[in-house]
């Protein structure tokens, strides 16, 4: 699975954003598929997770503000991000992983990775 993220860029507090994650690849439908992001000087943290049965996980603090979905006859991802906040800047990454039988929010547990696509909120 090839993956490539787009949609961030610069918005003010209180704004929304829709990050989009194109995938290529015939196993995409099988796959879970994951958003994290990485704000400057942290570590690489869970944003959400939508399973090849349909279920979706969120990060308990963005489950409110944040919608995740996925189509996989077009094999794309959304991350919609409403009331967005300062502390939500950071490098967004869409990703998947090979066939699982549970789902994971660890990002050593994705086999493959978007390229990431910067969103800044300004307060």
Do not use: H
């Given at each position: 699975?090839?993956?490539?993220?787009?949609?961030?860029?610069?918005?003010?507090?209180?704004?929304?954003?829709?990050?989009?994650?194109?995938?290529?690849?015939?196993?995409?439908?099988?796959?879970?598929?994951?958003?994290?992001?990485?704000?400057?000087?942290?570590?690489?943290?869970?944003?959400?997770?939508?399973?090849?049965?349909?279920?979706?996980?969120?990060?308990?603090?963005?489950?409110?503000?944040?919608?995740?979905?996925?189509?996989?006859?077009?094999?794309?991802?959304?991350?919609?991000?409403?009331?967005?906040?300062?502390e939500d800047t950071a490098?967004?990454?869409?990703?998947?992983?090979?066939?699982?039988?549970?789902?994971?929010?660890?990002?050593?547990?994705?086999?493959?990775?978007?390229?990431?696509?910067?969103?800044?909120?300004?307060?």
């Amino acid at each position: 699975v090839q993956l490539q993220a787009s949609g961030g860029g610069l918005v003010q507090a209180g704004g929304s954003l829709r990050l989009l994650c194109e995938a290529s690849g015939r196993t995409f439908s099988s796959s879970d598929t994951g958003w994290f992001r990485q704000a400057p000087g942290k570590g690489r943290e869970f944003v959400a997770v939508v399973r090849r049965t349909g279920d979706i996980y969120y990060e308990d603090s963005l489950k409110v503000r944040f919608t995740a979905s996925r189509d996989n006859a077009k094999k794309t991802m959304i991350l919609q991000m409403d009331s967005l906040k300062p502390e939500d800047t950071a490098v967004y990454y869409c990703a998947a992983t090979s066939y699982r039988l549970r789902v994971t929010m660890r990002p050593g547990d994705y086999d493959y990775w978007g390229q990431g696509t910067l969103v800044t909120v300004s307060s």
